[in-house]
């Protein structure tokens, strides 16, 4: 049962992880999911970025490359050496230097996997595609494997060296040090030939990917190969017995590579790259093998059909620069087609096209910003910047005059009269209104005009007269409050109003509250109650 492309197996085994805060072990897991497509670049940017990190350990990250490695599903085993691979050639050099010393390497030597068969190919469309990928991951751990030995043994990577006439390693190295350095070399070109693959082999994703790995490193092989072929043949014919053998055996080598790698280029172009980005391969001429024989023969004292005579021998030195022509432009080829970043993308995407993409980008946010950084131009720019921002726009001309009413300040002074007016019992928690007051207290010509809206407004709530929350109300509806009335207000809290001013007017209360607990104790001259 899958999940977006993804196996519960492959959830469980990332949640797992993240639980137990091993974000590396996280990351080859995303890396090497058992969904049948190449791994995703973005996890392979994470893991290149992880090898340049000096508190990430390089042995752990290996190790747990090669712990996948030994899962029984192909696509999980076929992506962890394909993850391997990119981490050598993209990743920092620490992580080949590993796995040169380390003896850890890729035992798949066996590898077979017939789950997908057994269950009736369900697992994985094609039904025998993880029996028909096991020999290819063989082969490529195999490669993977060789690929480490030749560092071990020359400590420096075929494909990361210098290349050219004037720079190239190989191609200024000394006579005694490239007879032991190109059959380190031509072991691991071997093992890459050896995967061996057509182009009806090349049907899903994984190795597809793993085939445009090989092709990169192949291009980058082979030009460094031929260099060291130029620079065996320009030395030949001043070795001495024994290297002449061994420089004549080496160039025989060369010649078969030679064609296994144009069948090699063929296939590359059957899959769908270009024909321009494939390199040409330029042949010696076939007279050059018979000089180098002779040569050879010669120092050996055997006897050959023709003499080594002074016209012989300007003959073996017009072929040997004829040879060495051919080779150069093969060299020229494959070295501008190495420098090449358009191999190098994982996910198909050319660069040049991807730095044109974010340059167009760029200009159009950069123009967008242009825009945005002055909302207050004057035009259609302006006028659409007014309406869509608050804090741009003017308040209307017909409110500019009126008053600002503030909820949450201090509420403005009743006048004396209404203040004069108020009874005690209309107000028992002396609570008033203050959003009542604040609209009925309006200042300047228009102060008449407010209190009329605002006794209009009390008159018709029912809040503002019946339950006593408005001390200001004149509607006639007090007379007849039936929440208190006056007579049972004076009982229970007493006349708190002197006796002189009983006929003054309606009593005021004054802030003392007596105690509702006494009035039945005592009367007024301070005996006890009747």
């Known amino acids: 049962m899958t999940m977006a492309g993804q196996t519960i197996n492959d959830r469980l085994l990332a949640a797992r992880h993240s639980l137990a805060g091993q974000g590396l072990a996280k990351s080859v897991c995303k890396a090497t999911t058992e969904e049948c497509i190449g791994p995703k670049k973005k996890h392979l940017d994470y893991l290149v970025h992880c090898t340049n990190e000096p508190n990430v350990s390089i042995p752990h ?22 993850t391997t691979h990119h981490l050598m050639a993209y990743g920092n050099e620490r992580f080949m230097q590993y796995l040169a010393s380390s003896n850890s390497t890729f035992n798949l030597s066996s590898f077979l996997d017939k789950g997908t ?5 369900m697992g994985v469309p094609g039904g025998r595609m993880g029996y ?35 720079e190239g390693s190989l191609r200024s190295m000394n006579a005694e040090k490239l007879l032991k350095t190109l059959p ?76 296994r790698v144009g069948e090699f280029l063929k296939v590359a172009e059957n899959v769908g790259i270009d024909k321009g980005d494939i390199p040409d391969l330029t042949k010696a001429p076939s007279s050059l093998l018979d000089a180098l024989e002779q040569h050879l023969a010669t120092l050996e004292g055997r006897k050959v059909s023709a003499a080594n005579t002074p016209t012989q021998s300007s003959s073996n030195q017009r072929n040997v620069k004829s040879a060495v022509s051919a080779l150069s432009s093969t060299s020229s080829a494959f070295g501008t087609a190495a420098a090449s970043s358009k191999f190098d993308t994982t996910n198909g995407i050319d660069e040049q096209l991807k730095a044109q993409v974010l340059a167009e980008e760029e200009a159009a946010m950069n ?4 825009k945005v950084s002055s909302p207050t131009s004057s035009g259609a720019a302006g006028a659409s910047a007014a309406l869509t921002n ?24 009743q006048p004396a009269a209404a203040a ?15 959003f009542a007051d604040m609209f009925d207290a309006s200042g300047g010509g228009g102060a008449a005009a407010a209190g009329a809206t605002g006794a209009a407004l009390n008159a018709n709530n029912l809040w503002m007269h019946n339950n006593g929350f408005n001390g ?47 009035w039945g104790a005592t009367d007024d001259d301070g005996g006890a109650a009747q």
């Open 367 to 370: 123009q967008y910003k242009s």
């Open 132 to 166: 028909d990928m096991s020999p290819f991951i063989r082969r490529y751990a195999k490669y993977l494997n060789e690929k480490s030995l030749s560092y071990r043994a020359m400590a420096f990577d075929f494909c990361k060296v210098k290349r050219g006439k004037e």
């Open 184 to 259: 380190v070399l031509q072991a691991q070109l071997d093992a890459l030939l050896e995967f061996d693959c057509q182009s009806n082999d090349l049907s899903n994703g994984v190795i597809n990917m793993s085939f445009m790995l090989l092709f990169r490193d192949l291009i980058r092989l082979f030009a460094c190969y031929n260099d060291g072929i130029i620079n065996l043949l320009e030395k030949y014919f001043d070795m001495n017995k024994k290297h002449a053998r061994d420089a004549l055996d080496l160039y025989k080598k060369f010649l078969v590579r030679m064609d």
């Open 472 to 518: 200001a109300s004149v509607s006639s509806a007090a007379a007849t409050n039936a929440f208190v009335s006056d007579s049972n207000f004076s009982s229970v809290f007493g006349n708190t109003e002197p006796a002189g001013n009983a006929g003054d007017g309606p009593a005021k209360y004054d802030g003392a509250v007596s105690s509702p607990f006494d």
């Open 390 to 413: 608050p804090f741009l726009s003017s308040p209307p001309a017909a409110q500019a005059g009126q008053p600002i009413v503030d909820l949450f300040g201090a509420a403005s002074a």
């Open 420 to 434: 004069a007016a108020t009874k005690a019992s209309d107000d028992l928690l002396q609570l008033g209104n203050p």
């Open 117 to 121: 068969v057994q269950d009736g190919g």
């Open 61 to 82: 990250l290996a190790n747990l490359l090669i712990e996948r490695s030994q899962n029984a599903n192909w696509v999980v085993v076929y992506k962890s050496l394909i």
